[in-house]
């Protein structure tokens, strides 16, 4: 019986190398529907974009007792996400598509809503929503992705892994208040 060896001999890794090398990153042993990955990451984008702008009104908007320590929260988790958002445009530039910033539809893109919150406990509880949101939808995709796109799900965990922080954070704050 013989076995097929672990790995590709150097030579068809170097011919495959050459072939359609305007794909960069993209090789033939990409397993993942790339267009299918690329709308997944501009849905997470608009996401991470509505969710920023969320966060950086309820950091000018705090108002009353625990204002403060709210709005340096939600002013740090606005840059996390904008990193989020910058992370999510790169790789799909890296698969070959363009990351739609445009701010038209931006809202129905998104999973998450954009909810102002009266006071600072309805924004806490708004932005603990879309955290909750956002952590299913990345799980669905982290399962959809599987094993067919490494890289995408690697980055995917850890923003989901940052999510969850994120909620964690805001139950903690509405504790104190």
Same mark, same amino acid.
């Given at each position: 019986m013989s076995e097929k060896p672990f790995l590709t001999d150097v030579?068809? $890794?170097?011919e495959r190398a050459r072939k359609?090398?305007?794909k960069g990153a993209v090789t033939a042993g990409y397993q993942a529907d790339v267009e299918q990955v690329v709308e997944l990451l501009n849905? %997470?984008?608009a996401t991470e974009l509505v969710c920023v702008l969320r966060y950086k009104r309820h950091f000018y908007m705090a108002d009353g007792l625990n204002a403060e320590a709210a709005a340096q929260e939600f002013l740090q988790h606005a840059n996390e996400e904008q990193?989020?958002?910058d992370q999510l445009a790169q790789r799909i530039v890296q698969l070959g598509g363009e990351p739609n910033f445009n701010p038209e539809g931006l809202a129905?893109?998104?999973? %998450?809503e954009y909810v102002e919150g009266k006071? $600072?406990?309805e924004m806490?509880?708004?932005d603990l929503v879309a955290e909750r949101i956002a952590i299913d939808s990345y799980r669905e995709m982290i399962d959809y992705?599987?094993?067919r796109d490494s890289t995408t799900r690697r980055m995917l965990e850890d923003i989901l892994a940052m999510e969850e922080e994120h909620a964690d954070d805001l139950v903690g704050m509405l504790e104190k208040m």
């Open positions: 030579k068809t $890794l170097r359609e090398i305007e849905t %997470a984008l990193q989020h958002a129905t893109r998104s999973h %998450a006071n $600072l406990i806490i509880k708004e992705i599987g094993p």
